[in-house]
DNA sequence: AATTAATAATTGACACTGTCAATTGACGAT
DNA sequence: ATCGTCAATTGACAGTGTCAATTATTAATT
């Protein structure tokens, strides 16, 4: 009878929403993400993404889970291509910066955008899960064999935290006297290795960036 | 002839805006933070802001450098109190934390908005890099003293980001286990101290990114 | 004390925004 | 060709930031 929407139909337009979504957010900031222009770009009515997205916050949310997804894979992938934990958490970290630093508007969308009710999208809240749990099992699987010890859950966060850390204070530019962030990336990487190592000066070893 | 509006009449306007602006931010979000709630809340029709300050961002901005300000007070007075360089770093830490979290409305507003021109607002800058120089200072004569050794901006922006890490994701509820924020904070300024400690390992030599 | 002129404060208005109700459009089965 | 149903659009409303026009206030001068 109808013409009826595929989920397909409606997973590719929520999809395309988002794309356009997070970009007029790069291009324009929180303020440029509004309805009526997000409807004008993708070439609709103002209304029709009513019939996606229960209200605008749903849309951000879908926005930041998509990007979520995208960071839970490339961490999946890169956790599956290095086997030995030690190394395997340097790459991760390596891998979170780089893909803040390429894509800071993703980044700020994610983390810097505050949504109060984010658990009412579990959703969401299982793609922030996914996104670091290569890195809590990497912890827990160095801390089995040996190479550092402590509470794995405390060490990951700590972890997350100073890898959060340094990338929010570029992000919102508070890093100052022109400090290159590749060195002082290099340099927090570094730090968190010795600070988490059951023995500092054999660890220091372990994670010895090649100097230039 | 006309009523002329004092120095003081305008600052004192102005900081009892900021107040009610924080107020409102810390009950009802950043969208409670309306010109027109502020008015009413101030007991004055809805521009009178507007002779008072430039726009809204600029009341954003003044709200801001209010409590930079005050993080810039308590932590001069702490790095007062404390002589010895290597304590003084850990009571800084340790004042930053408590003063973020028993104001995380004031934190939140200071750092979580995302307010795109800041440069536009000197005395904001200025507030800023005042919070900041306590503990720069504190770096430095701790290397001076031989308590550590690297760069000093790069040992302080390290200790920043790893305190600013956690704060951020406790205040955004990121944490697994909330309710045990003091112990991850403790592993947290440990974690700071090993990783900066002097140590047979050399530190602060220029490291060389590899690409991907 | 009345006048005056500059300044403070208020109101009107406009272009926005998010969102719902009512309406129109489109399309497959009958 | 018609109908029934879903999809999409338009109308409308409350709310926002902000400027222009207007009114109110007050301190010095007459």
Redesign the interface.
């Known amino acids: 009878m109808p013409k009826i929407l595929t989920a397909d139909d409606v997973l590719a337009f929520r999809q395309r929403l988002c794309d356009l979504a997070l970009k007029a957010f790069a291009e324009q900031?929180?303020e440029g993400m509004s309805l009526r222009g997000l409807a004008a770009a993708a070439g609709c009515s103002r209304t029709t993404p009513y019939r996606y997205f229960k209200n605008k916050a749903d849309i951000l949310a879908a926005v930041r889970q998509s990007q979520f997804q995208k960071l839970a894979d490339v961490s999946e992938n890169v956790a599956a291509s290095v086997p030995d934990p030690g190394p395997r958490l340097e790459a991760l970290a390596?891998s979170y910066i780089?893909f803040a630093i390429s894509s800071p508007d993703a980044y700020?969308v994610m983390?810097?955008v505050?949504q109060?009710d984010?658990q009412r999208y579990p959703e969401l809240v299982h793609q922030?899960n996914r996104s670091q749990q290569p890195m809590m099992t990497a912890v827990s699987e160095a801390i089995d064999s040996g190479e550092i010890e402590?509470?794995p859950?405390?060490?990951m966060?700590?972890l997350?935290?100073?890898?959060?850390?340094?990338i929010?204070?570029e992000l919102?530019?508070?890093?100052?006297?022109g400090?290159c962030f590749?060195?002082?990336?290099?340099?927090?990487i570094?730090?968190?290795g010795?600070?988490?190592a059951s023995n500092?000066?054999r660890e220091?070893?372990t994670y010895?960036?090649?100097?230039?």
């Open positions: 900031g929180v390596r780089k700020r983390f810097s505050n109060r984010e922030i402590g509470d859950s405390n060490i966060h700590v997350w935290a100073g890898l959060h850390g340094i929010s204070l919102s530019d508070k890093l100052h006297m400090r590749e060195e002082l990336s290099e340099v927090m570094r730090s968190l010795r600070a988490i500092p000066s220091a070893a010895r960036v090649e100097e230039a």
